[in-house]
């Protein structure tokens, strides 16, 4: 068996990134070949078997001539027709299968995907693809509206956990900043509106009232990275908010680790891998409710600056189990990836037992 996925490579190192490297590690651990096309317009460092078409034509290129059994394409953001076309050419290329992950969560309650019908090019393209993952039961409540069978769906959430991950150390700055600030609150995501960081900003400033010193450290990139430098330059507690920018995975695994609250302040999401993670970790989360945050996670209103204010404050003042020293593996979800592409080539893979073959698939679209 041989795997090509088609999606974004870090950096940065986002939820869509964050899944296809974790299936990509947890593959080449198995000396099952998986090789990356990268489609992101950002050129990055070259790395084995991870390629970097310049331009339409040369993706194309690497679809017809590179030889893998099963494409599996990631996508995350909003759907076009661009894009759509790229998935159905994939279908196109005789003797692979299939396979497209679905990780923007908050789509389906969009206008457009509420729009969504099975006569529409998206229904007539996600058809035609092998399988469908979804990375929770909305989406694959949308994949159902667009026509797509049930029988060629599959719930898989996209965090995971690869045997041998560990939390490396942070870097210089962000570790001094940590050590500088108690309660230390963290942020993952990007610095879009979606994300809502003036909130956090926010909230930082009221409840510094009672922990003065306490601080923000925000992790990820985005178009809004100078307007928020800007709003934060005006702010009196302004060196006590740290925009870190891209910070490579187990480094973020680390700050998470270290937080007293991971905050996930958005106006739409989905199912966060870094809430996920946190909870993985023992760290405190508060997240704005979106009908799909997991158990364990502090729920406020969306833009709702009080209710955030005092969830954090009862959140602080219980503090914290002891911080995770390493990552417990957890590659249920990888495994599920794995056995899906098993049935498509219906032939196991090298270091694969014959347990793991026989273990039932979950119910489908449950």
Not at 57 to 69: E, G, Q
Not at 123 to 148: Q, Y
Not at 244 to 257: E, F, L, Q, Y
Not at 274 to 282: C, K, P, T
Request: positive net charge.
């Amino acid at each position: 068996m041989k795997v090509l996925q088609i999606g974004p490579f870090p950096p940065p190192y986002g939820g869509v990134e964050r899944n296809l490297i974790a299936i990509r590690t947890f593959l080449r651990q198995r000396q099952i070949p998986c090789g990356v096309i990268n489609i992101t317009r950002h050129r990055k460092a070259e790395v084995d078997d991870v390629y970097q078409p310049k331009g339409a034509l040369a993706l194309v290129k690497l679809l017809f001539t590179l030889r893998y059994d099963i494409i599996h394409i990631h996508f995350g953001g909003m759907l076009n027709a661009r894009l759509l076309s790229l998935y159905l050419l994939c279908t196109l290329v005789a003797g692979r299968r299939t396979v497209l992950t679905f990780h923007s969560g908050g789509y389906p309650s969009t206008p457009q995907g509420k729009a969504a019908r099975p006569f529409s090019f998206a229904g007539f393209v996600f058809r035609r693809l092998d399988r469908l993952i979804a990375v929770n039961g909305e989406i694959a409540d949308f994949f159902k509206r667009l026509g797509v069978k049930a029988d060629r769906i599959r719930i898989i959430a996209p965090h995971a956990f690869v045997a041998g991950e560990g939390l490396s150390a942070l870097p210089d700055e962000l570790a001094a900043f940590a050590a500088a600030h108690q309660p230390l609150l963290v942020s993952v995501g990007g610095l879009e509106p979606e994300y809502d960081v003036p909130a956090q900003v926010e909230l930082l400033g009221r409840l510094r009232t009672r922990w003065p010193n306490a601080g923000l450290a925000v992790i990820g990139s985005g178009s809004l990275a100078s307007d928020l430098r800007q709003q934060v330059a005006t702010r009196a507690y302004a060196s006590h908010v740290r925009l870190c920018g891209d910070v490579p995975h187990a480094s973020t695994m680390r700050a998470i680790a270290e937080a007293d609250v991971l905050l996930r302040t958005t106006l739409y999401d989905g199912d966060a891998i870094s809430v996920r993670e946190a909870l993985h970790l023992g760290t405190p989360v508060i997240a704005t409710e979106n009908g799909m945050r997991p158990a364990g996670v502090v729920v406020v209103p969306v833009a709702d600056a009080d209710a955030l204010q005092q969830a954090a404050e009862r959140t602080l003042s219980q503090g914290r189990a002891k911080r995770a020293a390493a990552m417990v593996p957890d590659e249920s979800n990888l495994e599920e990836v794995l056995r899906l592409y098993q049935e498509l080539t219906n032939r196991p893979s090298p270091g694969t037992s014959t347990a793991q073959l026989q273990r039932p698939m979950p119910q489908q679209g449950k």
